[in-house]
């Protein structure tokens, strides 16, 4: 029964109910910190753990469970955490499996704010994070310490490229009970079947191409073993991670034509790749497909695709401010952090200051190639040579 309201009430509360029965295709977009219980019986059986149920905005609503459950199964897993960023995924990961006393190993080639991470949890938080060669594969057993709890893995890392046999990694992690987790951006989880490969979680940077438009920031991390989801949902909860509605909204959008996106990313990446190894100005480019790059068999064995992210190294008679001067020279390059949108973006790496083993002196300079026509690409970086 509804109860006599005065007009400033009447700004508040409604009766009104729309009617039943809509269905469109896109996911809906449910704003909400507080969420209403029917009852204080509902409220009290209400278990935040369990996505059968609502209980607070932080914990999820249609809309980011609609997300994750599409998420999970693009990667073949059974269950998915949103995040706030990429890196919050990372660290969601870290806070949930790792404690004072135990040990994790990350590849010499990892994302940068994850090695960062590593370092804050080795001064302040009595955990150690120690560095593998990304190419060590089954040789990974030999540094694995009675007090190692994770690995992770990245395929490939996303600026000097190499690719690491993650068969050979979880074979002996799983052989000494150490969980692996992949970052598996780069593939977009189309590319890479990473729980076929032995991981035990894959996180994405939604960031990149599932959003596609630049304009968003998130992470997700997909398990297929319950304990272990139910270990990180601790810590999702216990961090405060949630996610703007309209933010997942806008990732669900980007998702039906994440493949088609992918593939011209792909393509357009592998001719420009592929016209760079003929210039006299480089002297190595670092991308999966060419047999010289890192890897490249466990790539060819274990992908589908390759994305629109590599680097080139230029030869070691140019100076850094040489190719300064190159990449400020690009005009449909823009200088910028980030990729999976339309727009083809370049960075400048130190490579040898990021690498303790970086053998050679040229400057890496990495292509994020985006969605124009890849002859316009060509013709930007031939000009911007000439300032080389
Ligand atoms: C971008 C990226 C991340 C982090 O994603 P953000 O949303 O930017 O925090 C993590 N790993 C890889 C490989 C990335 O490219």
């Known amino acids: 029964m509804s109860v006599k309201k005065s007009p400033q009430t009447a700004l508040i509360h409604t009766d009104y109910q729309a009617p039943e029965g809509f269905a469109a295709f896109p996911s809906a977009i449910h704003h909400a910190s507080t969420v209403l219980f029917k009852n204080v019986a509902a409220m009290r059986s209400g278990d935040w753990k369990e996505k059968n149920a609502y209980t607070y905005g932080l914990h999820g609503t249609p809309t980011t469970f609609t997300l994750e459950a599409r998420l999970a199964e693009i990667e073949d897993g059974k269950h998915c955490l949103l995040a706030p960023s990429g890196l919050a995924a990372i660290a969601m990961v870290n806070f949930a499996l790792l404690k004072s006393g135990d040990d994790v190993l990350l590849p010499e080639n990892v994302y940068n704010p994850n090695r960062e991470l590593g370092r804050w949890l080795s001064a302040d938080f009595g955990i150690t994070a120690r560095y593998y ?14 007090n190692t709890k994770l690995i992770w893995t990245e395929a490939p890392g996303s600026v000097s490229m190499e690719v690491p046999d993650l068969p050979a990694i979880c074979k002996a992690a799983h052989e000494r009970g150490v969980l692996v987790a992949l970052d598996n951006t780069w593939s977009a989880g189309l590319a890479l079947r990473g729980f076929d490969l032995g991981v035990d979680i894959i996180m994405q940077a939604l960031t990149k191409y599932q959003s596609g438009g630049s304009d968003v920031l998130m992470g ?43 593939e011209a990313h792909d393509a357009a990446a592998r001719k420009l790749a592929a016209w760079l190894q003929t210039r006299p100005e480089i002297t190595k480019v670092l991308h999966p497909v060419f047999p010289d790059c890192p890897g490249h068999e466990v790539w060819q064995r274990d992908f589908s695709g390759a994305g629109g992210l590599f680097s080139v190294i230029f030869d070691e008679r140019y100076t850094e401010a040489q190719t300064d001067r190159f990449v400020d020279a690009l005009k449909l390059f823009k200088i910028g952090y980030s990729w999976g949108g339309a727009n083809s973006l370049v960075m400048p790496y130190r490579i040898q200051q990021m690498r303790k083993n970086w053998h050679g002196s040229g400057t890496l300079v990495r292509f994020n190639v985006g969605l124009e026509e890849v002859q316009d690409l060509i013709a930007d970086i031939e000009q911007a040579f000439g300032e080389l």
Request: proline residues 5%; positive net charge; without cysteine.
């Open 220 to 262: 997700a991390v997909i398990t297929r073993d319950r304990g272990l989801h139910d270990r990180i949902s601790l810590a999702h909860m216990r961090l405060g991670m949630g996610v703007g509605a309209d933010d997942a909204y806008l990732v669900s959008r980007g998702l039906p034509t994440m493949r088609l996106r992918f």
């Open 133 to 146: 060669d990304p190419l060590i594969g089954e040789g990974i057993a030999a540094l694995i310490q009675p």
